[in-house]
């Protein structure tokens, strides 16, 4: 079904209707395992859930056709679908990492697989030439995040993996902002696209999940045999929520996206605003790489009022409609500090050097009405800031 636009895949691909009674709803195959004609003759394959289960498989075709990948893997969460990409490398080998990642990476980076003797190099991969610079014969892979969580940086996509390529590396995009209504980086490059399900592609904070494509067959194998040998699989109810989530993608990361724009442009012209990070703003240093590498904005906004980390906890705690909570990529708006919440992994002074302020806020704009929101964000913001600072 690759002729077809996005809108449609999601809604069709890997949706055929239920054979038996022509349901036009991929069913939820809520089985463990499945009698089989005789001794090693499997119906249609299936043998054990573990390995398959008719309801993953849909929800599998579906994400790999929106990503325009031959190949789609589900897992458990998000952080699974990460560690798989891990079983690619070998003892002794290093990864290059975006600086400015979500802080569960960052933790299993620097927590787990050190020890098991891979070792990360946390660089800023906005800047080619100090992604360059880091790259050597132990580097086997290149992980990127664009835009990344929270600061909202982007990495040339296409140009990292051309340099990572140069050097034998294989390069996986974590492409959970964007979405593939968004942003494609198999198009660009990429070896491996990650997601975590949970946000946008469930898109209504019900499921947890992870998921990767990738167009290569040897990639591919490798990591279903893991996906089978480790087992940290999403059950089938979770991947017919993701399944029915995916079916609205494109008209939700439109609603995302254009509520987000406007309440952007809103807090950027607010006095009580200091800064405010958004790659669909003129003034985000990126803009142009965003026009050029992805087809939409996005709904992730990151943002500093005047004062500090008081002012910015009284507005978190002052929203109505932003509910405070970790997460994002729902329906519903949420707010939260990523230096206490998401990002509390990562050490303090780290946290500094990087640029994420004990203040910096980060919402996640749902679809709700946009001039509700940005009441709510105003009424928030009078409570947080005196008059004096602003």
């Known amino acids: 079904?690759?002729?077809?636009?996005?809108?449609?895949?999601?809604?069709?691909?890997?949706?055929?209707?239920?054979a038996m009674t022509g349901a036009v709803t991929v069913p939820i195959f809520q089985t463990s395992t499945y009698a089989q004609e005789g001794l090693g003759k499997p119906r249609q394959g299936y043998e054990y859930s573990r390995t398959d289960n008719p309801?993953?498989?849909?929800?599998?075709?579906?994400?790999?056709?929106?990503?325009?990948?031959?190949?789609?893997?589900?897992?458990?969460?998000?952080?699974?679908?990460?560690?798989?990409?891990?079983?690619?490398?070998?003892?002794?080998?290093?990864?290059?990492?975006?600086?400015?990642?979500?802080?569960?990476?960052?933790?299993?980076?620097?927590?787990?697989?050190?020890k098991f003797g891979v070792r990360a190099h946390f660089v800023n991969t906005s800047d080619l030439a100090a992604v360059e610079k880091h790259l050597n014969p132990n580097i086997k892979l290149v992980w990127i995040e664009s835009p990344t969580n929270p600061l909202l940086k982007l990495t040339d996509i296409a140009a990292v993996c051309r340099l990572a390529k140069s050097h034998g590396a294989l390069v996986v995009v974590d492409n959970t902002f964007m979405s593939p209504a968004f942003q494609r980086p198999l198009e660009l490059g990429a070896d491996i696209v990650m997601h975590s399900a949970t946000k946008y592609l469930g898109g209504h904070s019900d499921l947890v999940g992870g998921v990767l494509a990738t167009n290569s067959e040897e990639i591919n194998q490798q990591m279903r045999f893991h996906q089978n040998a480790v087992g940290a699989i999403p059950g089938p109810f979770d991947c017919w929520l993701?399944?029915?989530?995916?079916?609205?993608?494109?008209?939700?990361?439109?609603?995302?996206?254009?509520?987000?724009?406007?309440?952007?442009?809103?807090?950027?012209?607010?006095?009580?605003?200091?800064?405010?990070?958004?790659?669909?703003?003129?003034?985000?240093?990126?803009?142009?790489?965003?026009?050029?590498?992805?087809?939409?904005?996005?709904?992730?906004?990151?943002?500093?009022?005047?004062?500090?980390?008081?002012?910015?906890?009284?507005?978190?705690?002052?929203?109505?409609?932003?509910?405070?909570?970790?997460?994002?990529?729902?329906?519903?708006?949420?707010?939260?500090?990523?230096?206490?919440?998401?990002?509390?992994?990562?050490?303090?002074?780290?946290?500094?050097?990087?640029?994420?302020?004990?203040?910096?806020?980060?919402?996640?704009?749902?679809?709700?009405?946009?001039?509700?929101?940005?009441?709510?964000?105003?009424?928030?913001?009078?409570?947080?800031?005196?008059?004096?600072?602003?």
């Not at 809108?7 to 055929?16: F, K, N, P, S, Y």
């Open 1 to 18: 079904m690759s002729n077809y636009s996005l809108e449609t895949l999601a809604i069709h691909a890997g949706q055929d209707p239920e």
């Open 242 to 390: 993701a399944l029915r989530g995916l079916k609205t993608l494109a008209v939700r990361m439109q609603a995302h996206a254009r509520n987000a724009q406007a309440i952007a442009q809103f807090l950027e012209a607010h006095p009580a605003v200091r800064k405010v990070i958004y790659p669909g703003l003129a003034s985000h240093p990126q803009h142009a790489l965003a026009q050029k590498q992805m087809h939409g904005f996005g709904g992730m906004i990151s943002f500093e009022i005047k004062g500090g980390l008081e002012e910015a906890k009284t507005l978190v705690e002052s929203t109505h409609l932003f509910l405070l909570a970790e997460s994002l990529g729902g329906v519903e708006s949420l707010i939260e500090l990523p230096a206490i919440m998401t990002h509390a992994s990562i050490p303090a002074q780290r946290r500094h050097e990087m640029g994420i302020a004990d203040g910096l806020i980060r919402i996640s704009v749902g679809i709700e009405n946009m001039d509700d929101l940005k009441a709510d964000l105003g009424q928030a913001l009078a409570k947080a800031v005196s008059g004096s600072l602003v």
């Open 55 to 114: 309801t993953r498989k849909a929800y599998e075709q579906c994400f790999a056709a929106l990503e325009g990948a031959r190949f789609g893997i589900a897992f458990a969460s998000g952080m699974a679908a990460t560690n798989n990409c891990m079983y690619l490398l070998n003892s002794g080998d290093e990864v290059l990492v975006s600086d400015d990642v979500y802080g569960g990476t960052f933790r299993f980076f620097t927590k787990v697989m050190s």
